[in-house]
């Protein structure tokens, strides 16, 4: 055989092997594939703090804290809303009509039948409720200690990044270094500048779904302006699910279709600004990657690890395009998954004599 199909099966195995791997062990690389991505973020402001004296376990410990924080006041937030939604009574009812229209529009319509929950209650026993008990406490329990090791496994990664980068040297022979460094210092600016510029997109839209719904006179708007803004982490559907609960508010305070449709409009139209004009503004360093294996990565990333995996698939995608446009042997994979910008020097194929 080719020794050139040696190669490009090769790789094909390893890819296979790789998502076998994640997919068996994902408890394990789950928080600490979030952690990378979260030290990136909190990389700058290590190294800020460093270049005034600040020892670096110190700056790692603080941004640990930091995210800490952010994280309880997101959970005290959605906390405060629930206990607000719980408590207004004619609301759950009117969602509750809303969900049945559209289930019986459905099954009308299109034929789709989709079960409710009515009577579910009616039906669970005592012993049924304690295993639900049981379930959901587990859940959070699970919930809690991911967040625990992603927070350690961040402090971590923070403190020893230097450690990190002088193995990924030691794995090339000398005459390859410079070309592992280019790898990381791009990999590394350009999940950067995606991640602050994704921080900066959602700000503007939290902000200005906050101003369009309650102009509109969507209930919570705030809630559900900041619920919108953080769903873009996850593209596409993010968005979907994000305008289709703002529609369903809408409706269930008794706002109509009119209502509805100011709400289409606001969203597309802010949508359309931030997509032609604040995107290319704060995301300047950018690795085009084809739409194509955008979808087909988040799906990978659900499958594999859910929602996180959702996260985490579009930064690991364009630092997979980069080590592809980089390894000479590896172009016709970085070509496949998006445009490819020319680089100087490459790494000779292996084959090649």
């Known amino acids: 055989m080719n020794r050139f199909w040696v190669y490009y099966c090769a790789v094909l195995l390893a890819i296979l092997l790789t998502a076998i791997l994640l997919y068996i062990a994902r408890l394990v690389f789950m928080p600490l594939a979030v952690a990378g991505m979260l030290a990136l973020v909190f990389m700058r402001l290590c190294d800020w703090l460093e270049r005034r004296g600040v020892p670096r376990l110190l700056t790692a410990l603080i941004s640990g804290v930091l995210f800490a924080g952010l994280v309880a006041g997101v959970v005290l937030l959605v906390n405060w809303y629930i206990h607000r939604f719980a408590a207004d009574d004619s609301l759950q009812q009117n969602i509750g009509e809303v969900i049945a229209q559209a289930r019986g529009f459905l099954r009308d319509q299109w034929g789709v039948n989709v079960r409710g929950t009515k009577g579910m209650w009616s039906l669970i026993g005592s012993a049924d409720a304690g295993k639900?008990?049981?379930?959901?406490?587990?859940s959070i329990v699970a919930v809690v200690m991911h967040l625990i090791l992603t927070v350690v496994y961040m402090v971590m990664l923070l403190s020893m990044?230097?450690?990190?980068?002088?193995?990924?040297?030691?794995?090339v022979k000398p005459e390859n270094e410079q070309k592992v460094r280019t790898i990381l210092t791009r990999s590394v600016k350009v999940a950067q500048d995606y991640i602050f510029g994704m921080m900066i997109v959602i700000l503007y839209l939290c902000t200005l779904y906050s101003v369009a719904f309650s102009v509109i006179g969507v209930r919570y708007a705030v809630f559900f302006a900041i619920l919108c803004g953080l769903l873009e982490i996850i593209p596409f559907v993010g968005s979907i699910t994000g305008t289709t609960l703002t529609c369903i508010m809408a409706l269930s305070q008794g706002g109509g279709?009119?209502?509805?449709?100011w709400v289409l409009v606001s969203y597309a139209t802010i949508q359309a600004s931030q997509f032609y004009i604040v995107a290319?503004?704060?995301?300047?360093?950018?690795?085009?990657?084809?739409?194509l294996f955008t979808i087909v990565v988040l799906i990978a990333g659900d499958l594999l690890w859910g929602i996180p995996g959702m996260i985490v698939a579009i930064p690991c995608l364009a630092i997979l395009k980069i080590v592809c446009d980089e390894v000479e042997?590896?172009?016709s994979f970085g070509f496949l998954l998006g445009r490819t910008r020319p680089t100087h020097g490459r790494w000779k194929r292996p084959w090649a004599k």
């Open 132 to 138: 639900m008990t049981t379930t959901v406490v587990g």
């Open 329 to 331: 042997f590896l172009q």
């Open 161 to 171: 990044r230097g450690h990190v980068k002088e193995f990924f040297l030691r794995l």
């Open 280 to 291: 290319p503004l704060v995301m300047r360093e950018q690795v085009n990657l084809s739409p």
């Open 257 to 261: 279709m009119h209502m509805v449709v």
